[in-house]
Nanobody, 118 residues
Framework: QAQLVESGGGSVPAGESLRLSCAAS????????MAWFRQAPGKAREEVAT???????RYTNSVKGRFTISKDNAKNTLYLQMNSLKPEDTAMYYC????????????WGQGTQVTVSS
């Protein structure tokens, strides 16, 4: 049984919005630290947004002001609201969990593809 399952990806024109969801099979994942990563073809995996145990967030510079990470502990779900999408946001997006909140993301979803056309 998959422990993290992403959904919400798709193909949109530049300037549009998407909301990614990550359903967790274990509530403990959502109650601790989680993050969204992305990887484009030929590029290294990038940590896009992180949400910590008590709700603090961190974003990579390229998405600040456009993306918002959030979580719903009651629904065991992590979200990534992506606004004003750009072609350079095109990538496979993965959610990941870090139960120890020490930077060791060791629970991963299978990914959802986001494609932004110019």
């Amino acid at each position: 049984q998959a422990q993290l399952v992403e959904s919400g990806g798709g193909s949109v024109p530049a300037g549009e919005s998407l909301r990614l969801s990550c359903a967790a099979s274990v509530n403990a994942y959502v109650r601790n630290c989680m993050a969204w990563f992305r990887q484009a073809p030929g590029k290294a995996r990038e940590e896009v947004a992180t949400i910590y145990k008590y709700g603090d967030t961190r974003y990579t510079n390229s998405v600040k002001g456009r993306f918002t990470i959030s979580k719903d502990n009651a629904k065991n779900t992590l979200y990534l609201q992506m606004n004003s999408l750009k072609p350079e946001d095109t990538a496979m997006y993965y959610c990941a969990a870090d139960l120890g909140c020490n930077g060791g993301f060791n629970i991963w979803g299978q990914g959802t593809q986001v494609t932004v056309s110019s």
